[in-house]
């Protein structure tokens, strides 16, 4: 009963007196411990530290009774700062890093009665779409064990699609929480830019990053994204917006999508979309129409420049996030013959190739001279890019959300694109524009292909409007059972 | 504009990175990079004439916050992820730095 549980089903249990805390917890590490060796979701496993807590919510019952997730196990991003317990990035240079504090998201999820069970494996600094990045070797996707389960957030969509836990979170800077979900048949949302603190996120692009939440169901993604949402005086792009009653917003909606106007950007899919997610994805645009709402055409004609200008965006920042690795204040150190050869020999064996390579690019889109041609210019295209969804969710044909695949393809083999960094860039097209118009964005299990791998399809909507992304999805897996549909390794 | 790079000049950013390359990762991302600015490349062929850039998506900064001295970390706890650090004094230790 615990394996198939969602998080409100745990929740529900722990405060019927049904489970205690302990055994979800035992029951979620004993998955772990059975599962894991061939998945390679996690980085650390905190048993110990688990088991204590869940105990600590047994003993306190009457104080957890109510949190809205008592009892929950979840699994954590190796990339959220978590006080006392090792946060690698999946990176050598803070493979022994130990944070004094914890990030915000983590503490919310802590008050809200979530027993961490893990940290999880992803790509190095959050940066890849395969999770073959990470320092300490790639995650398996549970539906195929020789493909990639995307990432950035590989280790907690695969944890999650597995069923080892209903919960984790990772975090989303150009598709990294919502491309792992789509390959991975799991709920994968990044909510607005500003919505979640980012405070204790290991930086990687300030102005894009934002922590998300990966669940099995919409209503566990309300709950999760409730319990993170909100300012945070220790992030000052954090938004004094209210924060609604997300799993209260998706009752009263009940399932309805009358009056809903939901654009499709058709052009886009001319991208080199795959015939099986195509199919996916047409399929599940007829259960939105049969719920009520009405597809309308939209145009996003800067979209397709989405790619570079990210990938210009993002190396910028991450040159400049990275420069405070040097050996000194925490993380590895190299030997070196004085300080300048500490930097480098420190650096050069403490990052991995794809972290380097971004660097260097940074680097120079930043340098005198290439500024403007590059990095400057950049910006000048995301303010189009932003205007295109802008007049999309505006004036009188104004749609509520907009609609479109999670990915071009599947899940992808391991090995195929390492070597070619500019083919696994182009994987993202479909997600990183949400992030450099700091948009909310969801993606949802919508089938599979004829190879028998999950398909995602993806909801952008407005600023601040996670609501309307959650009734959307609540409303198509209401009609849909692709998200009951569990991998084979999970059902051994 | 002329798009790619040279070894020197990978040479030269690694440099400004502070990243001592080997030879063989030299030549690698030598080809890699190139490849992605030629591809980046593509959107100075877009026609942004008067269009203001975008740093950050962020509408409203809250600058301004009451200056009052609250708890912050403890300067051992800040010092305990040091790979060098003298707790007693409270400084990060590097190498030598002149002669």
Known sequence: ?492 | MRTGFSRDEVAAIARLAHLELETTELDLFTRQLSDVLTYAAEVQQIDTTAIPPTASVVTRHAADRTDEVRPSLDRNEALAGAPDAALETGLFKVPRVIG
């Open chain 1, 1 to 492: 009963m615990i394996e198939a549980a969602t998080a409100h089903e745990l929740r529900d249990a722990f405060r019927a007196r049904r489970l205690s805390a302990a055994e979800i917890c035992r029951d979620a590490l004993a998955r772990i411990e059975r599962l894991d060796p061939a998945l390679h979701a996690f980085n650390t496993v905190a048993a110990d530290r688990a088991l204590a807590r869940a105990e600590s919510l047994d003993r306190d019952f009457e104080r957890w009774r109510d949190a809205p997730l008592a009892g929950v196990p979840l699994a954590l991003k190796d990339n959220l700062c978590t006080r006392g317990l090792r946060t690698t990035a999946s990176s050598r240079i803070l493979e022994q890093y130990v944070p004094p504090y914890d990030a915000t998201a983590v503490a919310r999820l802590d008050a809200a009665g979530a027993v961490v069970v893990g940290k999880t494996n992803c790509d190095e600094f959050a940066m890849g779409s395969s999770n073959e990045n990470s320092a300490f070797g790639p995650v398996c996707n549970p539906w195929a064990a020789d493909r990639t389960p995307g990432g950035s957030s590989g280790g907690s969509a695969a944890a999650v699609a597995a069923g080892i836990v209903p919960l984790a979170l990772g975090s989303d800077t150009g598709g990294s929480v919502r491309q792992p979900a789509g390959l991975c048949g799991v709920i994968g949302l990044k909510p607005t830019y500003g919505r979640v603190s980012r405070y204790g996120l290991i930086a990687f692009g300030s102005s894009l990053d934002q922590i998300g939440p990966l669940t099995r169901t919409v209503a566990d993604a309300a709950i999760a994204l409730g319990a993170i949402a909100g300012e945070d005086p220790a992030d000052a792009t954090s938004a004094p917006e209210p924060v609604p009653d997300y799993p209260a917003a998706l009752d009263d909606a009940g399932g309805g999508l009358r009056g809903c106007r939901i654009g499709v950007p058709w052009s886009l899919f001319e991208q080199g979309v795959d015939p099986d997610v195509r199919r996916a994805i047409e399929a599940a645009l007829q259960v939105l129409q049969a719920r009520g709402a009405t597809l309308v055409d939209v145009a996003l004609p800067h979209a397709q420049h989405a790619i570079p200008v990210y990938y210009l965006v993002a190396t910028a920042e991450a040159s400049s996030n990275l420069a405070r690795y040097d050996g000194v204040r925490y993380g590895y150190r190299a030997p070196g013959a004085g300080l300048r050869d500490m930097y480098g020999k420190t650096r050069a064996l403490g990052f991995g190739a794809e972290v380097k390579r971004r660097i260097m690019l940074g680097t120079y889109v930043l340098s005198a001279g290439y500024y403007d041609a590059y990095y400057l210019k950049a910006q000048q295209v995301r303010t189009l890019i932003l205007r295109d969804y802008e007049q999309a969710f505006s004036g009188p044909g104004a749609v509520e959300a907009i609609a479109m695949p999670t990915s071009p393809t599947a899940a992808f083999r391991l090995g195929e694109r390492v070597s070619d960094p500019l083919q696994m860039y182009l994987a993202d097209v479909f997600t990183v524009s949400a992030n450099l118009a700091g948009l909310p964005a969801i993606s949802v299990p919508c089938g599979f292909t004829a190879a028998r791998l999950p398909v995602g399809l993806q909801l952008t909507g407005r600023r601040f409007d996670e609501a309307t992304l959650l009734r959307v999805a609540d409303a198509y897996e209401r009609d849909t059972e692709w998200w009951k549909q569990r991998p084979q390794i999970a059902r051994a």
